[in-house]
T-cell receptor, first 113, second 117 residues
Framework: NAGVTQTPKFQVLKTGQSMTLQCAQD?????MYWYRQDPGMGLRLIYY???????DKGEVPNGYNVSRLNKREFSLRLESAAPSQTSVYFC????????????FGQGTRLTVV | AQTVTQSQPEMSVQEAETVTLSCTYD???????LFWYKQPPSRQMILVIRQEAYKQQNATENRFSVNFQKAAKSFSLKISDSQLGDTAMYFC??????????????FGQGTTLQVKP
């Protein structure tokens, strides 16, 4: 049982380049989330999808777009990467908004130079 | 808006001793959930323990226990008999309850714990 799988695990981008972070979960969860982790700031929510077919902005959505492709997959796109987007990105999923545990992927370390 | 504060950026403890990590939060909600997550060097986020605000009894999971003080909005994590494998960053997190909840976790800044042999 893989849980939440993120790809890639590491990525280096040049300023202005675009890329998509992929996330898939095999737990039949309804809700999925994208967080970024920066030193001294904990994890902050970028976007979330409470259920298939819906997406909403979180705390720090600027510079990102998301797609809930189906129930399993939730991708995060950087259209024009900036150095301020250097961070570790985590995808997570949960049964629904009312949950006892969120499950996290192993993270993607992204560096924008 | 809810906020979560962890005022101890770094802590250390000797193996087999007990350590307490602090967390305070601010909310006007009456029903909510609180979590402690562990992040070892592998970066994997692992749920350590969970507390429902409507439960007065403090949650316990083996060597991990919490001291939940609802009126003081305090949620500390106690690790007993510390082991080298407990070395990690620990995050306190808050989740709203109720019909307006969207499942969004609000995290504290994290506390890096080092267990020394």
């Amino acid at each position: 049982n893989a849980g939440v799988t993120q790809t890639p695990k590491f990525q280096v981008l040049k300023t202005g380049q675009s890329m998509t972070l992929q996330c898939a979960q095999d737990m039949n969860h309804n809700s999925m989330y994208w967080y970024r982790q920066d030193p001294g700031m904990g994890l902050r929510l970028i976007y979330y999808s409470a259920s298939e077919g819906t997406t909403d902005k979180g705390e720090v959505p600027n510079g990102y777009n998301v797609s809930r492709l189906n129930k399993r997959e939730f991708s995060l796109r950087l259209e024009s990467a900036a150095p301020s987007q250097t961070s570790v990105y985590f995808c997570a999923s949960s049964e629904g908004p009312w949950y006892t545990e969120a499950f996290f992927g192993q993270g993607t370390r992204l560096t924008v130079v | 808006a809810q906020t979560v504060t962890q005022s101890q950026p770094e802590m250390s403890v000797q193996e087999a001793e007990t350590v307490t990590l602090s967390c305070t939060y601010d909310t006007s909600e009456n029903n909510y959930y609180l979590f402690w997550y562990k992040q070892p060097p592998s970066r994997q986020m692992i749920l350590v323990i969970r507390q429902e605000a409507y439960k007065q009894q403090n949650a316990t999971e083996n060597r991990f226990s919490v001291n939940f003080q609802k009126a003081a909005k305090s949620f500390s994590l106690k690790i007993s008999d510390s082991q080298l494998g407990d070395t990690a960053m620990y995050f306190c997190a808050f989740l709203r309850d109720g019909s307006s909840n969207t499942g969004k976790l609000i995290f504290g800044q994290g506390t890096t714990l080092q267990v020394k042999p």
